[in-house]
Structure formats: C-alpha cells, structure tokens
C-alpha cells in the first residue's frame, strides 16, 4: 500500500523522550509488509503531560499506543482496566482503546521475553531447574513473572541494591528467593538459565561482572541487553558453547500482542524484520 487513507487505524508509542524508540520502524515494517491501511507514530509525551495524552487517544480515533520509559508505572493511574499481567507486574507497556471509549491496559514484556526464549532456545524447557535473574528492575519484574508462569520451580534473583530483590522475592513469592549480589557467580552452580536485565553490559555503561563457571553445560545464557547485541556476557557464554539469546528478539516479540489487536493480524517475527530493525540500529552508529 502506498500511504493510508481516511480510514486508516492508527497507533503510536508513548514516551519521553521518543526519538530513540526503534517501535515505529518496527511495526511500519509490519504495516507495510502486510499491506495494512494504519499508521504507528511516535508521541512525545512530558510526565506532565500523561494523563491528557492517554485519554486523548480514543478521542482522536487511535486504536491504541505502546507505553515506554518513563510512563509504564505512572499510566495506570489513566486507564480504565488492567490485564491480570499488568497487575502482576506492575507495569503496563500497551493500551488497548475499546468501542466504549475505555482504555484497557496491558503488559506484552513477560510474553516478549518468554516467546523468544522458547524461539532461540528450544532445548530449553522450564523444568529444568534453577533460573538466575540479575537486576531488579520493571524488566526483572516482566521476566521473573514471565519464567513464574511459565513452571519454573526455583528463580533466584541478585540485585546490586539488596532491598530490591527483596521487596521482588517478596511480591513474587514462593520460588523466587535472593541471592547477595557479591554472590551471584556461585548463584550460577547448577543453573539451567541466567538471564542479564541489568544495564550492566549496554553501550557505554560498566560491563557485568560475573564468571560462568557453575552453569550446567547445556544452560542457556539470556541477556535482554540489545546495544551491542553481542554483550561481553553472551560472548563469554559462546566461548563456552552455552546456547545464547540476545536482547532484541525480546523487542520484536513484545509487540505482536499490540499490533494483533490494533490492527488485526498476529504479526510474525521473522529473520527479515530482525534484519531491518538491526539496520535502524546500525544506522544511529
Ligand atoms: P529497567 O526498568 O529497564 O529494568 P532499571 O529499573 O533502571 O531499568 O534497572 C536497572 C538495573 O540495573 C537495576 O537492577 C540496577 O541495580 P540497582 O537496583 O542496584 O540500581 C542495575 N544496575 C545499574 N547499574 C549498575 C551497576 N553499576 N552495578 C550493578 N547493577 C547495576
């Protein structure tokens, strides 16, 4: 299709600041490849602004916006319903307009993060055992609910500020318990996943720490880091022939829920849309 017409549905993403959100390209990809008459655009919105830019969007006919930093707590003061995700985690990442002109809000993070383990690692099943997440953040949160929903029996969770993995341990409950963030490589002894959802690792911050020496030998080693995509962790992890995963397939994944009920039409991702979104990073050096 070449550009949309009268009709088309729209859709954006919510945040500030905007400009670095790789959203847009990703489902403008999707919109063009299906052929779909919308548009997804990027909405620059000031914290004090939030609350009229969120009930805004049924006014003007949007289908629905995605939620970024620094909104995906602060939004659900302005929403009307929230999914049981949402509750669980806290958080809400995508807004769902409904015909009655209410805002449902909802958490797409767990099932983002969750969809690309299974993808890039199919070997590897909750059953196994023990998962290790290092980091206490709204990421650990989607990630600690998506392995708790998933059956994973025992998740062990190290925090640099101690008191956050904690009050984590403490909402997630039976399974998930802490471990001193000066002991998170004896954290790893047995452990069939670890997952990074620290920054520690990201393009100009500290590396991570850490020595992979306890995990099993066919563990999988998971970093939700997507710049660089080849993390210091994930090539040490290589080095030692455990199964990686990086962060972007996470960001592919999370936004198939939103543009399936934006849109209507479940969205794939594939290899090429990889290849593109890769581009736009590579792009901005
Ligand atoms: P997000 O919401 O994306 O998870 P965040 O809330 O800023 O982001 O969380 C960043 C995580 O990286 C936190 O777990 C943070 O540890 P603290 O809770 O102690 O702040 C962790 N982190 C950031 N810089 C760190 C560093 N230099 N050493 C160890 N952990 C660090």
Known sequence: MTGISGAAKLAGVIGWPIKHSLSPALHGYWLQSLNIDGAYVPLAVEPANL?????????????????????????????DHETETTTRIGAVNTLICN????????????????SHLYDAAPSWSPLLGTAVVLGAGGAARAVIDALQQAGVSQIL???????????????????????????????????????????????GKPSLDITLNGLASDAVVYDIVYAPLLTDLLKAAAERGLTTVDGLGMLLHQARPGFAA?????????????EHVLEVLRSRG
Not at 65 to 74: R, S
């Open 157 to 203: 969770v190290t925090n640099r500020t101690q008191e956050k993995a904690q009050a984590l341990a403490d909402h997630f409950g039976v399974g998930v318990h802490v471990v001193p963030w000066p002991e998170r490589s004896d954290a790893l002894n047995d452990a069939m996943l670890l997952v990074n959802t620290t920054t520690l690792g990201m393009t």
């Open 51 to 79: 609350e009229v830019a969120v009930r805004t969007l049924p006014n003007l006919g949007f289908a629905g916006a995605n939620v970024t930093v620094p909104h995906k707590e602060a939004v659900r003061a302005f929403i």
């Open 99 to 114: 015909e009655d002109g209410t805002i449902t809000g909802d958490n797409t993070d767990a099932f983002g993060f969750i």
């Open 262 to 274: 934006w849109f209507g039409t479940l969205p794939e991702v594939t290899g090429a849309l990889r």
